[in-house]
């Protein structure tokens, strides 16, 4: 294929943009970290989570409850001093449907410039929720202040479209 049937198909098809919209905003109680030592990706550590409560975003109305005490974040302390993290847990909706949370976390720095995205996959049976399980999730991981044994997580669904 020449660089001119190249761009005739890459015309026919023109890039759909992605939006991005706040689906919804959880205060997780955290317990603290636990150091279980060095592993092949950095030093390793556990923080449990006790609980909390999320609220609807624009992208998700009524998509509320609580976050049940379950699962950990499971951290690394890489060598170029990043960190991934990846939490697993449930989250309760006001309507009794238990979703299971899986946030992939990679921060990087500290203090209000600190990089903290991440992937979010959730897990939701059949009925009002199954959408959940088609579509894709971006995560921002938030200390709020003072650092009183919790963190803000905001899931953000991605559309595509222009606008």
Do not use: C
């Amino acid at each position: 294929m020449d660089e001119i049937q190249l761009r005739r198909r890459l015309d026919s098809a023109p890039a759909q943009g992605f939006t991005v919209t706040l689906a919804w905003e959880a205060l997780v109680l955290i317990d603290s970290r636990q150091d279980l030592g060095p592993g092949p990706d950095g030093h390793r550590f556990l923080v449990p989570i006790l609980g909390g409560r999320f609220t609807a975003g624009p992208a998700l109305p009524g998509f509320s409850g609580e976050i049940m005490p379950s699962g950990a974040d499971r951290q690394a302390l890489r060598p170029d001093g990043s960190k991934t993290l990846r939490a697993i847990y449930e989250m309760r909706v006001d309507d009794g449907t238990v979703i299971g949370i899986d946030n992939s976390v990679i921060t990087d720095g500290d203090g209000p410039t600190r990089y903290a995205v991440s992937r979010i996959s959730l897990t939701a049976p059949a009925g009002p929720w199954a959408i959940l399980n088609r579509r894709f999730f971006l995560g921002s991981l938030h200390a709020p202040q003072p650092r009183d044994g919790a963190v803000i997580v905001r899931g953000w669904m991605v559309g595509m479209g222009d606008g």
